[in-house]
C-alpha cells in the first residue's frame, strides 16, 4: 500500500510518498517540502494571499520530485491523503484542488486528513505508540491537549484561550527584533544565552494559569510583559538573548506543567508531543528530563516518550500520508472539500 500526500495549509508546500510494508510498518519513501520562509521574511510573516500563489507555482513540480525521489509511476500509487483544514483557506484549496484533479487523472480516491491530527500522526511513523496516549500539538495556530483512547476516538482535554503557542515565540520573536521566522529564530538566541549561563533564574516573566485546575495555556499576556519589560529599561542594558531565554522558558514551562498534570490524572501508555514548537530543543529536553524522573515512579514506569525529529515536526506531507493509513477511508474526489476552521477533534468525513 502506497500513499501520496499533500500538503498546504500555511505557507509550506510539501508532498510525500509513505509504504506500508508487510509488517506494518510505514517507510518514508520520499517527503519534499519547498518552503516560501525568504518571502515571508521580507514581509515579515505570512501573507495569506502571497502564501497561496507562491503554493500555486510549486504544488506540481513538489508533487513530481517526490514521485521521482520514490522511483514510483502514479499507476504505483493506491491513494492520494490531503490536508483539508485547519489553515489558510487560499492556501488548503492549492492543496485540495491539485489532489481532486489527480484523483480524477489518475483514477484514485482521496483520503482527507484533519492537519492537527496529522502532527500527532507523524509519531506513528518510526515506532508504534501505545493507546491511550496523551497528545500535545503545538503549532503556530494551536495549542491542543488531547487524550486518544483509540484512533477513533480522541478526547480534548484543553487549549490554549488565546495565542497559540507558536504565535507566542513569532509575536515575542518581532519585540526582540529578530527576523521571520521567529520561533527558531528567538530559540536560536536563547540558545546563545543557556550555553554560558546554564543555571540562570529564567523567571522574568510570568505563566499564566500554571496553577489552575485545567488544561488550558493563555499566552497572548506573555507579548505585554514583555513589551512593558523592553520599555521599562535602556536598550544598552538589555541582554537579548537573556530575554529570549526567559520568553521561552515560560513557554517551555506552562507547556510541561499542564502535561505533567494530565499524565498524572490519566496515566497513559504514550506521551506524544508533535507541531511546530516540538522543533524547539529547550522544550524537548525539558519534557525528556520530566517524564525520565516520572518514570522512576511505579505508576509511570511503562510511560513512552514520542517526539518527531525536528523536520517532522514542522508541516510536512509524510505526517499526512501517515495518517491516511490510521484514517483509511477513501472518498471519491465530489466528496473534498477544504475546511479552514476544523479543530483537532472534528472528524473529517
Ligand atoms: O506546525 P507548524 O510548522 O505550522 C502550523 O501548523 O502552524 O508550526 C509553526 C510554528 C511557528 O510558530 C514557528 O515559530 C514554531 O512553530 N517553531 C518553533 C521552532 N520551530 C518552529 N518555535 C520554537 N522553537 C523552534 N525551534
Ligand atoms: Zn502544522
Known sequence: MKILGIETSCDETAAAVIEQLPDGSLQ????????????????????????????????????????????????????????????????????????????????????????????????????????????????????????????????????????????????????????????????????????????????LFPRPMIHEDNFDWSFSGLKTSVTNYLASRQLSSIKRSEVAANIQEAIVDSLISKAKKAIIKYKPQSFLLGGGVSANSRLRHCFEEEITTLKKLKDFAHLAFHVPSPALCTDNAAAIAATAFFKNTPLPWQQISANPQLTITDKVI
Open 28 to 203: 518514508i519513501l520520499s517527503n519534499v517540502v519547498a518552503s516560501s520562509a525568504e518571502m515571508h521574511a521580507a514581509t515579515g510573516g505570512v501573507i495569506p494571499e502571497n502564501a497561496a500563489r507562491q503554493q500555486i507555482k510549486s504544488i506540481l513540480p513538489v508533487i513530481q520530485e517526490a514521485l521521482k525521489k520514490s522511483k514510483l509511476q502514479p499507476s504505483d500509487i493506491d491513494t492520494i491523503a490531503v490536508t483539508i483544514g485547519p489553515g489558510l483557506i487560499g492556501s488548503l484549496l492549492v492543496g485540495v484542488e491539485t489532489a481532486k484533479t489527480l484523483s480524477l487523472l489518475w483514477d484514485k480516491p482521496i483520503i482527507p486528513v484533519n492537519h492537527l491530527v496529522a502532527h500527532i500522526y507523524v509519531n506513528f511513523l518510526n515506532s508504534s505508540p501505545e493507546l491511550p496516549a496523551l497528545a500535545l500539538v503545538v503549532s503556530g495556530g494551536h495549542t491542543d491537549l488531547v487524550l486518544m483512547h483509540s484512533h477513533n476516538h480522541i478526547e480534548w482535554l484543553g487549549g490554549t484561550r488565546d495565542d497559540a503557542a507558536g504565535e507566542a515565540f513569532d509575536k515575542t520573536a518581532r519585540l526582540l527584533d529578530l527576523p521571520y521566522p521567529g520561533g527558531p529564530n528567538l530559540s536560536k538566541l536563547a540558545e546563545e544565552h543557556l550555553t554560558t549561563n546554564p543555571n540562570s533564574k529564567l523567571d
